[in-house]
Structures are given as structure tokens and as C-alpha cells.
DNA sequence: GCACCAGGCGCG
DNA sequence: AAAGCGCGCCTGGTGC
């Protein structure tokens, strides 16, 4: 092994010579303050050390040449039995023109390498390493992989030796972890004194300042304002930040409460199956973006004149609406008090201002016309924009990261993009599509939450109901509104049973649903009349919570945690919980098919899968099937839509 | 000019 | 005491 090299001074870019005063010989006063910039500059990145380095838990940074660079990493996995890894892009998605991977980190909780993927030498030593280890450790794997595998230097079987440390993370007791799973507050709060990340963030958040670099960057932005694509990765500021990840994750790994290894090898595998659309992709579909945004952007503006026209200048604004509305005459209601707003603001959401679209005059045109322009607005920055950057910075394909366990029930979440957010109508969904020769076929779970409700209670008028086919929510109607209820009433009462059974108030409720409190006191008489099991669960969930009782296991093995301080939520807690194992369990099912390697998308109570169009047919028969399944002697039951090359509406 | 918050709205 | 639940992303507005 080659002995270490020393840590060498910076040899960063030549200073540039600055302007002095011809007759002092002194520099200008704006010639001292870039001499000043550039010494901040310098003192915020640190010496330069070329990669790769290695890099221990107080900071110090030893130069290595490659090889011993993989001796060193050996070395950690022999230690571990294991290999943490973590990179550093541009910030720019795969796919985009920026995306780039900068470095490459690898090692222990004792020793983390910092490697440059461009050196092929390097590039071997990582791709040595990573097919070396018998286990794999990342925080939020996915993030580190597709790259990864975008680079060419693994492939998507890595998943089977990773073991990500945010679903240990997420099975604990958010209040031994921290709400957000982000790596710098977990390692704060579960390493304490010995994390090292969060001070590494600091001086990089430092240094990206001293340059004016944006730490947030989105697809647009450019890639010269981008500290992360801009950044000297060989400086001892980002070498300490880069490495601080794998040496903090690595403790991590040993540290975090470990679940039964049933759990975690079934949350293993759901992230595997879910990953695959991060690393594909679905293509979108640039000309159903490009007739969409021609309906709503001419739509758009002309709502937002009509706004103009009616006395509110800048059409977003909130706060010039409810000033125009309150001159109009109109009585607003307020928000929640915050901190900023102790009295709350007037509320303009659209629950309220749709209780007010009969308005005569001008204030009822303005209510209408706001709808419209939030709507058009929402569409299009929300979903056609980011979809055309797809197509025009980037590949034309969406890559989401479907955080496994993203939610404290344990939910499913998406992020860059959401895709679990798409508009039920209007087309928007149909910008995703399938490949060339393949199709989406879909189903979702029918009535998912009233079987839960009736499987955890176990009611036997709930259980009677679901077998017979009878329809609960007109039951309800019928009891609260009378044998003359109409559709409306039925819809009023299902939002009522809903929102009653997760923890609402009779008096919120009733402002929500906007109906009396003696309409909804009569739904919630109607559900108690309907489903007294159902409710006595419900409160002994509560009861529950409030004598501390807060680990409810699911049937699948995995603890929800039930939030202490407020025991109005533990109903739904144990029934959004326990709905997300049965989407897990059709996952995995759907993966143990023929089409099981191929790219899924869940979104809570539905399947969107990628399968070869002449599958179709049998494979929505068989995505059914993997969908159904019995929960404590209720039937769940999955209905199929139609195969589709792109993702259709769902009304 | 950036980071953060609140309100709002998309989904389930 | 009472509180519908869970998210992600957008804009406007504020504060540094």
C-alpha cells in the first residue's frame, strides 16, 4: 500500500491582479472589497486536496492514490461487513443537460473516501467497491443509486445487498427520530454529539454564501447560480460535507433500533419494486403538455383580466382579494391563528368562497373568476410546466422517488414529481405514457377505507353490509336526512362519516361540510345508530393513546406509532396504516408475476403498471388478483380500468 | 435576493 | 378542552 500523502495547501486558480490608484499604488476601495470577497471565498472552501481522499470523524483529510484509496475502502467493509455509500450531483435530475455525478463517497462510521468519478481509475475502484460489499448502506438509497447506475458504475440488483437506513428510520418512534427523515436532523438527533453532518452542512451552506450559490436549485435554474454543479468538489469544505454523509449514515446503521428482520426484509423489498420507475422513468408526453397548456394558459389570462377588471391587480394575491371582497361587502371567515397572524387572516380558500358563488353583483363575478384563474394557474405551473421542462431540459421521461415509508402511518409518498397528485381530470394524467409497445393497466382498491374500518372494528353491521353489497353512506343519508334524500345529501353524508371517524368535531365538520350542527350531529346519531362497534373501537383507540398506549401493530408485522398528543388521531392512524400494508402486499404480489421486474407506480389505494401491450388484458386480470386478498374476514376488493398507452382520467 | 412561512390546492 | 387524517408543490408575503 502506497503511504498516505500529505495534505497539501491549496492550488486553487491563479489570484487575479486587482486595480491600484496610479498615484498612491493602494488598490480602489472596490478593488479591496474583491480582495476581501475572494479571501472570504477562500477561507469558506479550505485548502484543495485532488481526490481521492480519505477522511475520518474529526475532519482531518488524508490524500491517497487510487489504489490505496480501495484499500482503504476494503478496509471499511472488512470492518463493517458492510459499505456505506452516498454521492454528490449537480442538483440537476438524471435525464437533465446539468445532471452530472461530482463525487462519489464510500466507507464505515471511522473512514469515508471521496472519489471522482470522471478518473477511470477512480471509477473502477468505485465500481470494485460496490459490487464487492455483501451489504450496502445509503440514507434515502434512491438518491444515491440512480445516479449511480446512470453512471454505469453499478446496476438496479445493488437493491438486493442495500439496506437503506431511512426505513429503520421511519419503523422507529418519530419521537426517538425527529418528523423529517432528512439525514442531517436524524443524525442530530439519534448521534447527538457525534454527528458529524450537520456542522459539515454548515460550512457548505457557508461557502455556497460567500459565492452567492443557491442551495435550493430547481430544473430552471441556472447552472452557473447552482452551488452544487459550481462547487470545487476537491475542496476540504465539500470534501468534509461529502464524506460527513457516509460517516454519519454508517453510525446510523449500527445505532437505529433494528425491527424484526420479517419487517425490514419486506420494507426491502417494496422499495426495491418501487425504486424501478426512479431508475426508468415514464416517458412524458410532450404534445398532449404542449395542447393542454394552449387550453389553460389563454385561460388563465383571461380570468385573471376579468380579476383586473373587477378591482384586484395581481390575481394570486390573496390578500388583494379579501381586501376587494370585505369592500364588496362580503364577511369573511379566518384562518387558523399562527405565530405571525395571532388572529388569523380572512380565509379565501375555496371551501369558503364556494359557499359564496351564489353572491350577487360583482362580488359573486369575482369569486367565480378567481376560481377559474386558481384552477388554470394551479394546472399549469403545477404540472404542465415541470412536465415541459422535462421534455426540453431533460430526457422526456419523469423519474419520481416514491418514498416507501414517507408518512407517519406509514404511507407511500412521490416526490420530483408527485405523481400521486395528478388531477383526476382534465387530461393532465394522460401526459404520462407507456413505452412504445407497452401499456398502463391499473387498478384500485374499491372502498378500501370502510373495509379497514369494518376489519380492525370488526362490526358486525359494517361486516353485513360490505358482504350484501349495502351502501352505507345512504344509510346514513336516509337515517339523517330522511327517506327523501337526494345524491347530495348522500355525499354530504359520506364526508360526514369520514371526517367523523378520523377525529372532526361536530362544529368543524359542519362549517366544512357546510350544512347546521344539527345536520351533522344527525350523521354522526345516524353512523353510531348504523356501526356502534365501529365507534366503540374508535374511541378505545383513543382511550388507548391517552393511557400511553401508543405502538399499534399492523397484520403485517410493522409498529404504526400513534401520536401521543393527539389521541383524535388514532382511528386513522390505524386504518390509513393498515390500507398501506395492503398496497404493500399487492406489490409485492404483482412483483412475484411475469411482469414483476417491470416499472409500478402506487398511489395509495391504486396500481399504475407498465406491462407489454399485448399482455394487457391478462395482466389488469392479474393485478387484480394480486390486489385482492382477505383482511380479517372482510373481503378487499380491487376494480380494474381500462388498459391505456397513457394514464387515463379517473372519472 | 434568499430562506422561510402561510395559505391554498392537488391527491389519497 | 378540542382538534378529520396523511402528503408535496405552488405563490405571495415577510424577514433577514
Known amino acids: 500500500m502506497n503511504p ?78 458492510a459499505l456505506t455509500v452516498d454521492v454528490e450531483t449537480s442538483g440537476y435530475p438524471v435525464g437533465h443537460a446539468n445532471a452530472a455525478l461530482r463525487t ?42 440512480v445516479p449511480l447506475a446512470h453512471a454505469g458504475l453499478l446496476d438496479e440488483s445493488a437493491w438486493d445487498r442495500m ?64 452551488g452544487w454543479a459550481q462547487v470545487d468538489s476537491t475542496c476540504a469544505t465539500m470534501i468534509r460535507y461529502a464524506a460527513s ?12 433500533p433494528q425491527p424484526p428482520p420479517a419487517v425490514t426484509e419486506r420494507e426491502r423489498a417494496v422499495q426495491r419494486i418501487t ?61 387558523q391563528p399562527s405565530t405571525r397572524h395571532p388572529n388569523g387572516q380572512p380565509s379565501v380558500a375555496a371551501g369558503v368562497l364556494d359557499g359564496l358563488k351564489g353572491t350577487p353583483g360583482p362580488a359573486g363575478d369575482l369569486i367565480a373568476a378567481v376560481l377559474d384563474y386558481r384552477h388554470h394557474e394551479t394546472v399549469l405551473t403545477t404540472f404542465l410546466e415541470p412536465y415541459r421542462v422535462l421534455c426540453e431540459a431533460g430526457d ?12 407517519d402511518t406509514g404511507r407511500m409518498s412521490c416526490v420530483r414529481p408527485n405523481l400521486q397528485q395528478l388531477p383526476r381530470e382534465g387530461g393532465v394524467r394522460a401526459c404520462i405514457t407507456a413505452d412504445p409497445g407497452h401499456t398502463l393497466v391499473s387498478a384500485d382498491f374499491s372502498g378500501v377505507e370502510i373495509r379497514v374500518m369494518a376489519a380492525l372494528s370488526q362490526d358486525p353491521e359494517l361486516i353485513r353490509q360490505l358482504r350484501e353489497g349495502v351502501d352505507l353512506h345512504a344509510m346514513v343519508a336516509e337515517l339523517a336526512f330522511g327517506p327523501g334524500w337526494t345524491k347530495a345529501n348522500r355525499y354530504t353524508a359520506k364526508r360526514g362519516v369520514f371526517g367523523w371517524a378520523y377525529g372532526g368535531g361536530i362544529e368543524s365538520l359542519a362549517r366544512q361540510l357546510g350544512v ?14 348504523i356501526a356502534p362497534a365501529y365507534v366503540a373501537w374508535a374511541d378505545e383507540m383513543k382511550r388507548m393513546v391517552r393511557s400511553g398506549a401508543t405502538q399499534m401493530p399492523t397484520y403485517a408485522g410493522r409498529i404504526i406509532h400513534l401520536p401521543r398528543d393527539y389521541p383524535h388521531k388514532a382511528p386513522n392512524y390505524a386504518i390509513q396504516g393498515t390500507a398501506r400494508e395492503l398496497l404493500v402486499d399487492a406489490l409485492l404480489a404483482w412483483d412475484q408475476t411475469r411482469w414483476g421486474g417491470g416499472v409500478v407506480l402506487p398511489v395509495h389505494d391504486e396500481i399504475v403498471a407498465m406491462v407489454p401491450e399485448a399482455d394487457a388484458a391478462f395482466a389488469t ?7 385482492s386478498r382477505e383482511l380479517y374476514g372482510i373481503q378487499i376488493v380491487a376494480e380494474p380500468s381500462e388498459p391505456s398507452a397513457a394514464w387515463r382520467d379517473s372519472v
Open 104 to 145: 462519489v463517497q464510500l466507507g464505515d462510521e471511522h473512514t469515508a473516501v471521496v472519489l471522482d468519478p470522471d478518473d477511470p481509475a477512480q471509477a473502477q475502484v468505485i465500481r470494485t467497491a460496490l459490487a464487492a460489499a455483501p451489504r450496502l448502506h445509503a440514507h434515502s438509497a434512491t438518491a444515491d443509486l
Open 163 to 226: 439496506y437503506d437506513t431511512v426505513i429503520p428510520a421511519k419503523l422507529a418512534d418519530p419521537t426517538s427520530t425527529g418528523s423529517d427523515p432528512g439525514l442531517k436532523q436524524l443524525a442530530g438527533t439519534v448521534l447527538a454529539d457525534s454527528a458529524t453532518a450537520p456542522e459539515a452542512d454548515k460550512a457548505r451552506a457557508a461557502l455556497f454564501k460567500a459565492h452567492g450559490w443557491l442551495t435550493d436549485t430547481k430544473a430552471l435554474t441556472p447552472v452557473e447560480r447552482s
Open 275 to 335: 425504486a424501478r420507475v426512479a431508475h426508468r422513468g415514464l416517458r412524458v408526453d410532450r404534445d398532449q403538455v404542449t395542447h393542454l397548456e394552449a387550453v389553460h394558459t389563454p385561460a388563465m389570462h383571461a380570468a385573471a383580466e376579468r380579476l383586473r377588471a373587477l378591482g384586484v391587480e395581481s390575481a394570486g394575491s390573496d390578500r388583494q382579494l379579501a381586501e376587494r371582497l370585505t369592500e364588496l361587502g362580503v364577511t369573511l371567515p379566518r384562518t
Open 396 to 407: 422526456g421521461r419523469a423519474r419520481p422517488t416514491v418514498y416507501t415509508l414517507g408518512t
Open 245 to 256: 454523509d457516509v460517516l454519519d449514515t454508517a453510525a446510523l446503521a449500527v445505532r437505529l
Open 516 to 529: 347546521t350542527a344539527d345536520v351533522m350531529q344527525a350523521i354522526v346519531d345516524a353512523l353510531r345508530q
Open 621 to 627: 386480470a392479474e393485478l387484480v388478483r394480486c390486489m
Open 4 to 81: 498516505p500523502q500529505t495534505t497539501r495547501p491549496s492550488t486553487g486558480a491563479k489570484r487575479p491582479t486587482y486595480k491600484t490608484n496610479p498615484t498612491t499604488g493602494r488598490y480602489t476601495k472596490a478593488a479591496q472589497k474583491e480582495v476581501e470577497r475572494a479571501e472570504a471565498r477562500r477561507a469558506a472552501a479550505g485548502e484543495s486536496v485532488p481526490l481521492p481522499v480519505a477522511v475520518d470523524r474529526s475532519g482531518a483529510i488524508t490524500g491517497l492514490a487510487p489504489a490505496a484509496a480501495g484499500q482503504v475502502v476494503a478496509e471499511a467493509i472488512g470492518r463493517a461487513g
